[in-house]
């Protein structure tokens, strides 16, 4: 079994940055493509990130592109997720999530992943 533990939530006024983290064990982290999800009130988990299995390539959401950023140290079982310029609507839970089978070298569904954490809460006031 994978277990996914993220931390490095909190509160920030808008403008300000945060850097979540999310630490695998129980699987082989190197083996699997990650991804970072949000849920704010009221919404469905929308896509934020991903990262293939050997951090070499990336994908955004279009709300996040050029804010956020994610990367991984498969040395650690981590990876990361630093947001910078927050804004009061990047307030959500934040999921990292694994996805032992991708086929593709990044993934940004929710079917697509396998594990997840169970989440850390960001708030952004403005």
């Known amino acids: 079994q994978v277990q996914l533990v993220e931390s490095g939530g909190g509160s920030v006024q808008a403008g300000g940055s945060l850097r979540l983290s999310c630490t695998a064990s129980?699987?082989?982290?190197?083996?699997?493509?990650m991804g970072w999800f949000r849920q704010g009130p009221g919404k469905e988990r929308e896509f934020v990130a991903t990262?293939?299995?050997?951090?070499?390539?990336?994908r955004y959401a279009d709300g996040v592109e050029g804010r956020f950023t994610i990367s991984r140290d498969n040395a650690k079982n981590t990876v990361y997720l630093q947001m910078n310029s927050l804004k009061p609507e990047d307030t959500a839970i934040y999921y990292c999530?694994?996805?032992?089978?991708?086929?593709?070298?990044?993934?940004?569904?929710?079917?697509?992943?396998?594990?997840w954490g169970q989440g850390t809460q960001v708030s952004v006031s403005s």
């Open positions: 999530a694994a996805d032992r089978t991708a086929t593709k070298v990044t993934s940004v569904t929710v079917y697509e992943y396998d594990y």
């Open positions: 129980g699987g082989t982290f190197s083996a699997y493509v």
């Open positions: 990262i293939s299995r050997s951090g070499g390539s990336t």
